[in-house]
């Protein structure tokens, strides 16, 4: 009887020990992603308007009032935030942007990318704003930034067509 109600602390300690991590990282993405929404609708209720399709990453949001034709974005960055309003109907075109370079490891090649961004190209001669969704410097690794570029490239081009 002993022995058994000591395996099941041992058991159940061990089980906290695994589990208790998880949670805690799950809370605080939870957080993260409620932290960077509230500063994305902060930054469209300042134009009077409202987020109909959004998206949180680690780092950074994208939202987009389709009605209004506008699209936001905020970035949490290490040294500083950056926010961002774009009126829509004065981009004339939205790309992707990789950079990325080859690095040379004996015989293998391997390609690093060191920046992925959305590249908004106005209507004007001005220079284009860049939405930068991953630096290298920045982030440790991709974590579904090239997919979600992609996506927002087609969304915001939709809208710039409609």
């Not at 930054?43 to 987009?64: C, K, V």
């Not at 490891?105 to 690093?112: A, H, L, M, Q, T």
């Amino acid at each position: 009887m002993e022995m058994d109600f000591g395996s099941a602390i041992v058991g159940t300690i061990s089980v906290i020990i695994f589990i208790l991590p998880i949670i805690l990282m799950n809370r605080n993405k939870k957080n993260k992603t409620k932290l960077l929404l509230g500063e994305l609708q902060n930054i469209a209720s300042q134009y009077q308007s409202e987020i109909d399709q959004y998206e949180t990453f680690n780092s950074f949001a994208i939202g987009i009032d389709s009605y209004h034709k506008l699209a936001y974005f905020y970035k949490d960055g290490k040294m500083q935030s950056r926010k961002y309003h774009i009126d829509l109907t004065k981009i004339r075109e939205c790309k992707p942007e990789v950079i990325s370079r080859t690095i040379k490891d004996g015989k293998r090649i391997n390609k690093v990318i060191d920046s992925v961004a959305l590249q908004l190209i106005p209507v004007s001669e001005s220079k284009p704003i860049q939405l930068e969704f991953y630096n290298a410097d920045e982030g440790l690794q991709l974590n579904g930034e090239l997919k979600a570029i992609e996506k927002w490239s087609k969304v915001i081009n939709q809208q710039l067509v409609a």
